[in-house]
């Protein structure tokens, strides 16, 4: 999938580098990186993915989603820039497989009683079906 097609409903701040390059996966964990994956670097409570931009480009990265631009880039990587890495994140991975949820069929039980009865007949029902 084309990184622009990832991006088509991402506030995008800026992007240095093609838009066009092919993308083969998407991982906020720098360790399971392959070649051709967009890096999604998140800033966490304990450590920030961007720390690990360079090793996530080291094992194959071709793109980096970041809210902060490395002042060191390397030749051939497309950087793209968001106010949010937490809020894009959600959608460039839902986007990149097909937005599974979008076939998922829901179905919700509320009240005060009978709830796992209720739960457990329909889940019965539907394994059967």
Do not use: W
Request: glycine letters at 10%.
């Amino acid at each position: 999938m084309k990184l622009k097609e990832l991006l088509k409903d991402i506030p995008v701040v800026d992007i240095i580098g093609s838009d066009e390059v092919e993308i083969t996966g998407v991982n906020i964990d720098s360790r399971r990186i392959k070649e051709g994956h967009f890096f999604v670097a998140m800033k966490g409570t304990q450590v920030d993915g961007h720390k690990f931009i360079s090793k996530a480009i080291e094992l194959g990265a071709k793109a980096v989603l970041c809210e902060d631009m490395p002042a060191d880039k390397t030749e051939g990587v497309t950087y793209v820039q968001v106010a949010s890495t937490e809020d894009a994140v959600g959608k460039v991975a839902t986007t990149f497989h097909g937005n599974p949820s979008a076939k998922l069929k829901l179905v919700g039980v509320t009240g005060t009683n009978g709830k796992t009865t209720i739960a457990t007949l329909l889940y019965n029902m539907f394994t059967k079906m």
